[in-house]
């Protein structure tokens, strides 16, 4: 295991989790990477871990460039253990390094997790020297954890981002020069919306506080390292922040006898005649963090469920509720789905939506049994002209 020199003096040190495919709850289909950062100046500097059983890892890389032993000083921008897990590991083997973290949140998360390593709290604007070199850090509460910090390097012009324009995405590469770019921004968007989408306003507020700094790269806690697509992913993070609509529409729905689905297709086809690009999702076999990354800028969202023992079937409630942990914005929402006998889950799922902050474009739409030719011609029709009529 090697260090990945990234500039003078500035090397990569995580590890690559390849096999990662859960991140409570959130699909890592292309698995991810805990990034650490190692400075060597007259102070030695750590930023961030790795989680917890990748510790021999980061420390072979750090072994690559310099004794583990000679760190002075570790900036712990989040306490969340995927970067915090290995800090009790590094302190066994740096035992006179200073742990630095947000004063307040970040003392108290740390200290709840691994007891008193040594903390001493920074506030924003607060700098730091590391001889050449100095971090001045900025705090970014509640993206997406209270304790969330930034650490700006000069005269290197490097921030260092923590899990902000970060991506869930394993690879050797370590720059966006290298790597599969359309990858990189895809895992970057699913990574936002569901990690950082609910608190769009302190990102907003994040961007603000790092806007007047002269970015020469970043350097996030998970996935490639940002350097020529500064301006690209700043850009696409404005974007998310600003709750920006594309012209999709997103439809979710379960189906037992192909009832609810082919409410679902009349519901696509009715926004086809609306000019929007419908996408479609049966639950069965998508997963919830595919959906919220492609729902996140849909205008439209309508969710189907045929009623299963009195309730709307468990995979859209499962949906529904992380949506409702998730959604950054209101969205015209339909609710729908077919029934035998007792018919409760077009309006369970119709007041779901409403508690997701939705805005019901029409009633509930029901079908008993088996929706005829007509049914669904009628379907396509209401939707369309509710659509229409709400612009
Ligand atoms: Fe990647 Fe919030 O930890």
Redesign the pocket.
């Known amino acids: 295991m090697q260090a990945f020199k990234l500039a003078e003096n500035i090397y990569w040190v995580g590890a690559i989790d390849w096999n990662l495919r859960n991140?409570h709850g959130y699909e890592t289909e292309k698995g991810?990477t805990?990034n650490a950062y190692l400075i060597l100046d007259e102070k030695v500097t750590l930023i961030d871990t790795v989680k917890e059983g990748f510790g021999e890892e980061m420390l072979a890389r750090i072994r690559s460039v310099i004794d583990p032993a000679k760190i002075d000083i570790i900036i712990s921008n989040?306490a969340?253990?995927?970067?915090s897990g290995c800090l009790p590991l590094i302190k066994r083997f740096a035992p006179n390094a200073q742990i630095y973290t947000a004063a307040g949140a970040g003392v108290k998360d740390l200290t709840a997790y691994y007891g008193d390593l040594g903390y001493t709290g920074v506030r924003a604007g607060e700098t730091l020297s590391l001889g050449k070199r100095t971090l001045t850090f900025v705090p970014t509460p509640m993206v997406?954890?209270p304790d969330?910090m930034v650490s700006f390097l000069t005269p290197d012009n490097i921030l260092f981002s923590?899990?902000a324009f970060?991506q869930h995405y394993a690879s050797d590469e370590r720059l966006d020069t290298e790597c599969d770019l359309p990858e990189a921004f895809i895992q970057a968007r699913k990574y936002y919306a569901n990690?950082v989408q609910p608190y769009g306003m302190q990102t907003g507020k994040a961007l603000a506080a790092v806007a007047g700094l002269p970015i020469a790269a970043i350097y996030p806690?998970?996935g490639i390292c940002w350097t020529k697509h500064i301006p690209d992913i700043l850009a696409l993070y404005k974007s998310w922040v600003a709750n920006e609509y594309d012209d999709t529409a997103v439809i979710v729905y379960d189906t037992m006898w192909h009832s609810t689905e082919a409410m679902a297709h009349a519901i696509e086809n009715a926004f086809l005649a609306c000019g929007l690009k419908p996408r479609l999702y049966n639950l069965h076999y998508c997963h919830n963090s595919d959906i919220i990354a492609d729902a996140m800028t849909a205008k439209y969202i309508a969710v189907g469920s045929p009623t299963l023992n009195n309730n709307m079937m468990p995979s859209v409630a499962s949906f529904l509720c992380y949506f409702k942990g998730l959604t950054g914005n209101k969205k015209k929402s339909v609710a729908f789905g077919s029934y035998g006998w007792g018919g409760q889950s077009p309006e369970q799922v119709e007041k779901a939506l409403a508690e997701c902050k939705c805005e019901q474009l029409l009633p509930a739409i029901r079908i008993a049994y088996k929706p005829s030719e007509e049914q669904l011609d009628r379907i396509t029709a209401d939707v369309t002209a509710a659509v229409k009529a709400n612009g």
Do not use: A, L, M, V
Request: no cysteine.
């Open positions: 991140f991810s805990y989040h969340e253990p995927d970067h997406h954890w969330n923590n899990d970060g990690i806690s998970h």
